[in-house]
């Protein structure tokens, strides 16, 4: 009799150790799945602050686009003209006009009309 109390004995201990032990795992596992979850809220929160400034990037280099492509306009806009008046001056020049008479003809400067009266003006004897 003695020896089958102590195999119950056994037999409640091993039961109590595996309940402490499943319970231990229990405990364990609740942890670990609501550190996962803090963690993937941190992952979230990350990424749509990442996604949040990726559209704030994106806004910013649509609005340096168009600000480039205006320049690139008002920059061939400016040059288209200027080109020509430069053009005709240089065309008037060589036909020996007065440089007062290039500036308001072609919108040059007074010094740029004297220069090139100078230089593409037909020679003087």
């Given at each position: 009799?003695?020896?089958?109390?102590?195999?119950?004995?056994?037999?409640?201990?091993?039961?109590?150790?595996?309940?402490?032990?499943?319970?231990?795992?229990a405990l364990a596992f609740s942890s670990?799945?609501?550190?996962?979850?803090?963690?993937?809220?941190?992952?979230?929160?990350?990424?749509q602050a990442l996604s949040e400034l990726t559209r704030q990037l994106a806004t910013?280099?649509?609005?340096?686009?168009?600000?480039?492509?205006d320049r690139r306009e008002l920059a061939a806009a400016a040059s288209g003209p200027a080109q020509r008046g430069y053009e005709l001056a240089l065309a008037m020049a060589r036909n020996g006009v007065a440089p007062q008479d290039i500036v308001s003809a072609s919108g040059v400067a007074r010094n740029e009309a004297q220069l090139l009266a100078r230089l593409h003006g037909p020679a003087r004897n």
């Open positions: 009799m003695l020896y089958e109390q102590n195999e119950l004995l056994f037999f409640a201990a091993r039961l109590a150790l595996l309940a402490v032990t499943l319970l231990c795992f670990w799945r609501k550190a996962g979850r803090r963690d993937m809220q941190s992952v979230l929160a990350e990424t910013q280099l649509a609005a340096m686009q168009a600000r480039f492509d």
